[in-house]
Structure formats: C-alpha cells, structure tokens
C-alpha cells in the first residue's frame, strides 16, 4: 500500500474535514493523491474554492495539493487506504455519541474492497475500534478483517489555534490489528509526518493512550480550578501563587480556567463511560469533570457577589463578555463554556452584551441563543475578559474605561491584566 499510495497508484482518502481531517488530507495531499470527503456540501464548496471553513488554514495551504473534495461515495471508492477524522461528541447526557463515527464507518462499508486499508483517528475509548466500528464496516462491505482488509487505529493530536505544534512535528502514534498493518500504516504516516511515529502494540493501547492525554490535563486544570476556589477564600491572586510555585524545576504549569471544546471538556467521558461499562467507578476523573463543567457558573456567581457588594442593583446591571469561543485565538465555539457564564448572568437578571473578534454571530446565536454585540455601550458595571485572544492580550485599564464607569469591576479569567488595573475594582480566578 505505501509503494502504491507513493507512486499515486492508489489513493488516500480522508473522511470528516473539520480543524483535524482537512491538515491531514492537504498534507497528504503534498506527497499522494487525496479524495477529502466530508457530508456537508457547503463544506466542500468552500473548500474547493482554496477556503478552511474552520478558519485554520489560510487560502496557501491548498495550493500545491493534489485533492479532490466531494461528498459523494462514488468518488471516495478509488480510495484504497481511509483515514476517519470525524468528532466524537458527548450527548445531553454526558455519554459517547458515536453518530458520526458509524456515520463515517458505514459509508467506507459501502466501498470498502479487497486489500483496502482504514484508519480511525477519532478519539474514541479503548475497544470502540474493534468493537463498534469493525462489526459495520465487516457487515456492509461482505469482507473480513486480517483477510480482505486491515484496519488500524492512529490519534489526532491536532491542537486548534497553534502553528507551532502542527501535524508534520508531532510524534504519530500509530496502530494495527497484526504485525503486516502496523508497519504499513506507520509507513504511510511517515510520508508526512517528520517527527516520526510510535508503534502501539495494539489498537486498543493507541486509543488508551490518546484519551487519557486530554484526561491528563482535564484532571490537572480541575486542580488548578479547584486551588482557585480556596485561594479567593483565603483573598490570595492564584496565578501569584502559580507564579511563585512555578519557580520549582518539576513544577506542572497547568492554569485555571473554563475548559470547554471537543477534546479536554468531552474526551474525559468516554473514558469514564467505559470504566462504568467495565465495573469501575472513575472518582478522580468524574471528580475533575465536576469541577470544570461548573466553573462557568463559579466565574458568574462570584461576579455577582462582587457587585452586589460594590451597592449594584442586579435589575440594572449590564456586563460585558469579551470573548465566546472555547478557547483563545479559534473561531470554534463548539461546547463554549463561556455560554454558562453568560447564562448564569442572566439568571440574576443581569444585562449581558458580548463581543469576540473571531466568533460568527449567526452561529453563536443557533447554537447558545446569544448574538455579538456590534457597538458596546460605554457603560458596563462589569467587563469579563473571559477568553484571552491575541486581540486582548494588550489591553490596559484605558482600554476597559472605554467601557465602563469610574465604579466598575474588571474580571480578568487568565489573569491577563494582573498588574494593569489600578483604578477599577479586579478580580481573577
């Protein structure tokens, strides 16, 4: 596969071409023949017209590449070796919704053929490749695996926003299901990755390993969450503490925070959907997931007993949020938890108008029920810089004046503005 593949005999095909499948496949695309295909027609449109619609890659990234995007099966069957970078979300329940997952698995089903290759790089729980994925890809195609095709396992570790830590420097773990696949697959992923690759002993391993990176730090910033909380008890700034602790050389540097999105705020889940499968209660994971899914309305609440506390009537009283994307310099506000925030407010009767330099409006308002504010006021009791964009890293207290009154608070989440604010009333995590 990987000589055929080289010498564009066979293609590549990636299926899900969001922030994770579209690098892979122009990446690819670089060395191979590529089909990228993705369900969502207005998707492709943009794509093939040189567009991320994830707002990742800029217009350049496309050039040089020899892909064709498409939604239809008929061209994804000249693909020989599939790679599914499709989301794995959570449902209102907080448990694995693998629609997509089986959505993508079913129609490589129905074009998959003898010598074919599949790779998952979905974040998944140890077993869902063999044992949910495998079963459907088996019954639609009429094939068996380890006789008529191979199929493999290989993370994402694509990190939205950052340009340093991209696909080509970032060590592949990779996988197969025997001996034959993993050295194939790890030779395909070669062609492009210049950080090489680890070979995993066994599918399940490499999926192990992938979840428990985001539960590593999903536990680490519950901690740090956590340690905020007691230190505004105590009246101490946390990131002084940080600071002055970080001065030790085995020190982790994790932060407080919101932690929303698709990886550290979901993938927790699926681990601990399957140890409850498998007879085992995760307390320190489930724990961690308590603290963070409640720090949304931590940052409200505390708000608001601030400015109860300063004589503001809560009836009357307007905020502005700045920033609603999860995290800092994206435009995905896939699982926002500045949303909680902003509800928690609202719930107090609070007026709250929001702004962010890379969010779209129209989607903000489909999926949370809140649009930007076009022109902010000039009278906010409250700014809460709740995502710390480029954008705002250089803000000063004349900057927030713009905004605000004389008697006013400033909420600085990632602690941003320790140091600038001298006038207004400050607090941070």
Same mark, same amino acid.
């Given at each position: ?6 010498? %564009?005999?066979? %293609? ?91 959505? !993508? ?23 869902? +490749? ?73 599918? %399940? ?32 700034? +946390? ?8 001065? %030790? ?75 609603? +994307? ?59 810089? !709740? ?43």
């Amino acid at each position: 596969m990987y000589s055929e593949l080289l010498n %564009k005999e066979s %293609k590549l095909a990636v299926i899900g071409l969001g922030y994770v499948g579209l690098p892979i496949a122009l990446e690819f695309a670089r060395k191979v023949s590529v089909i990228g295909f993705d369900i969502n027609a207005s998707r492709i449109a943009m794509m093939q017209r040189n567009e991320d619609p994830s707002g990742e890659l800029p217009s350049s990234a496309f050039e040089g590449c020899d892909i064709v995007f498409t939604d239809s099966l008929d061209v994804l069957r000249e693909a020989r070796f599939f790679i599914v970078a499709v989301p794995t979300p959570i449902d209102e329940h907080k448990l694995p919704d693998l629609r997509p997952l089986l959505g !993508a698995t079913r129609s490589i089903g129905q074009v998959l053929k003898k010598g074919d290759y599949v790779v998952f790089e979905s974040t998944v729980y140890p077993g869902c +490749t063999e044992e949910d994925c495998l079963p459907v890809l088996e019954e639609l195609s009429g094939l068996k695996c380890g006789v008529d095709f191979k199929i493999g396992y290989s993370p994402e570790r694509i990190n939205p926003g950052d340009k340093e830590h991209t696909l080509s420097k970032i060590t592949k773990v990779v996988s197969g299901c025997d001996a034959e696949s993993l050295e194939e697959i790890a030779r395909v992923y070669e062609i492009v990755v210049k950080a090489g690759v680890h070979r995993a002993s066994t599918i %399940k391993v490499a999926e192990a390993a992938k979840i428990i990176e985001n539960t590593q730090r999903d536990v680490n910033i519950a901690l740090m969450n956590e340690l905020s909380i007691i230190f505004n008890k105590m009246g101490i700034n +946390t990131y002084e503490v940080l600071e002055a602790a970080g001065t %030790k050389w085995n020190f982790l540097r994790f932060m407080p925070g919101l932690v929303g999105g698709h990886c550290i705020g979901v993938d927790p889940y699926y681990l601990t959907y399957k140890a409850q499968a498998s007879g085992y209660h995760a307390q320190v994971i489930n724990s961690g997931r308590y603290v963070n899914d409640s720090m949304g309305f931590y940052v409200a609440k505390q708000t608001v007993k601030k400015l109860i506390s300063m004589g503001k009537d809560m009836s009357k009283c307007k905020v502005l949020v700045m920033g609603a +994307t999860f995290k800092e310099d994206v435009e995905d506000i896939r699982n926002s938890k500045v949303a909680d925030v902003i509800n928690e407010f609202k719930s107090y009767g609070v007026a709250v108008d929001v702004i962010d330099p890379r969010a779209d409006s129209e989607e903000l308002q489909h999926e949370y029920g809140f649009s930007l504010t076009t022109q902010p006021g000039n009278d906010y009791d409250a700014v809460v810089v !709740a995502v710390n964009h480029k954008e705002y890293k250089d803000l000063n207290e004349q900057d927030l004046l713009k905004f605000t009154g004389e008697d006013a608070l400033i909420v600085d989440l990632k602690g941003i503005l320790r140091g600038k604010i001298t006038q207004l009333r400050y607090w941070s995590l």
